[in-house]
């Protein structure tokens, strides 16, 4: 939304003057206004972006732990060169600069912004540096120590980081799947790697079921038990028509 007005600000300043919005409409044209909007497109451009790495059916919540610290390290990075008066990474912001120069008032304003925005991560994510260290194992158990993991699980992890089979096919398969096939021969570290796999990493998929649910069992379907319908309406799985059908008799005439 921000991105539309910001594309037709010029369009937006002969609106309010047709309708003669004249405190809005020297609010919107003067300078400082249209730098500060430039400044919050980018700025939720790159939220949303976040946003949407952050969905998705297949996502695990070490991707979504590796997304969130990119962004409060771009941010880091973001206010750095904002101080340094340089404005390359907001792009309309950039732009829009007469000169190319940010003026001392401003810049206080991004940089006071950033940091707010990097106290909320922190804020809702206290822990994301630590839990770097306790998923380093299952992230690579093949570049991991044996001091990396619990005590308890050290000599199952040792026949497993020497277990060349086991390496070749971790570069093969994606993190859930290699933990799975594994976890009958070395039960004990693979129960810890999946409890950390099979976490809920966003609320994408009980908003996702929630939707579905809502499609499902409209006002006309009210007394529809919907176990069965959401069951197959969510799952991956696709379903073999053609071997159903075949274990079906078809209606033939009498």
Same mark, same amino acid.
């Given at each position: 939304?921000?991105?539309?007005?910001?594309?037709?600000?010029?369009?937006?300043?002969?609106?309010?003057?047709?309708?003669?919005?004249?405190?809005?409409?020297?609010?919107?044209?003067?300078?400082?206004?249209?730098?500060?909007?430039?400044?919050?497109?980018?700025?939720?451009?790159?939220?949303?972006?976040?946003? $949407?790495? *952050?969905?998705?059916?297949? %996502?695990?919540?070490? !991707?979504?732990?590796?997304? @969130?610290?990119?962004?409060?390290?771009?941010?880091?990075?973001?206010?750095?060169?904002?101080?340094?008066?340089?404005?390359?990474?907001?792009?309309?912001?950039?732009?829009?600069?007469?000169?190319?120069?940010?003026?001392?008032?401003?810049?206080?304003?991004?940089?006071?912004?950033?940091?707010?925005?990097?106290?909320?991560?922190?804020?809702?994510?206290?822990?994301?540096?630590?839990?770097?260290?306790?998923?380093?194992?299952?992230?690579?158990?093949?570049?991991?120590?044996?001091?990396?993991?619990?005590?308890?699980?050290?000599?199952?992890?040792?026949?497993?980081?020497?277990?060349?089979?086991?390496?070749?096919?971790?570069?093969? $398969?994606? *993190?859930?799947?290699?933990? %799975?096939?594994?976890? !009958?021969?070395?039960?004990? @570290?693979?129960?810890?790697?999946?409890?950390?796999?099979?976490?809920?990493?966003?609320?994408?998929?009980?908003?996702?079921?929630?939707?579905?649910?809502?499609?499902?069992?409209?006002?006309?379907?009210?007394?529809?038990?919907?176990?069965?319908?959401?069951?197959?309406?969510?799952?991956?799985?696709?379903?073999?028509?053609?071997?159903?059908?075949?274990?079906?008799?078809?209606?033939?005439?009498?």
């Amino acid at each position: 939304m921000l991105e539309r007005l910001y594309e037709l600000r010029e369009e937006v300043i002969i609106f309010l003057d047709s309708q003669q919005k004249a405190a809005l409409h020297d609010k919107f044209k003067s300078d400082s206004f249209q730098i500060i909007l430039a400044y919050l497109v980018d700025i939720f451009e790159s939220l949303n972006a976040v946003n $949407l790495k *952050l969905q998705g059916k297949n %996502i695990h919540i070490i !991707s979504h732990h590796d997304t @969130i610290r990119t962004f409060m390290a771009k941010l880091d990075l973001w206010k750095h060169r904002i101080q340094q008066g340089n404005a390359a990474s907001f792009r309309n912001l950039d732009s829009g600069l007469a000169h190319g120069n940010l003026d001392p008032e401003l810049k206080i304003l991004i940089i006071t912004h950033l940091s707010s925005l990097k106290a909320e991560f922190t804020k809702y994510f206290p822990d994301i540096d630590d839990m770097r260290e306790s998923w380093k194992f299952i992230r690579n158990p093949f570049q991991c120590e044996f001091a990396d993991v619990a005590e308890e699980i050290q000599e199952e992890f040792l026949e497993l980081k020497f277990n060349s089979t086991a390496k070749d096919e971790f570069n093969d $398969l994606d *993190l859930e799947t290699f933990w %799975i096939k594994y976890h !009958s021969v070395y039960p004990l @570290i693979s129960h810890q790697a999946l409890r950390v796999l099979t976490m809920f990493g966003s609320t994408y998929l009980c908003e996702t079921a929630f939707s579905t649910l809502t499609a499902i069992k409209t006002k006309y379907r009210n007394r529809l038990d919907v176990e069965d319908d959401l069951r197959c309406a969510l799952s991956n799985i696709k379903p073999r028509i053609q071997d159903l059908v075949s274990k079906k008799q078809c209606q033939v005439s009498h």
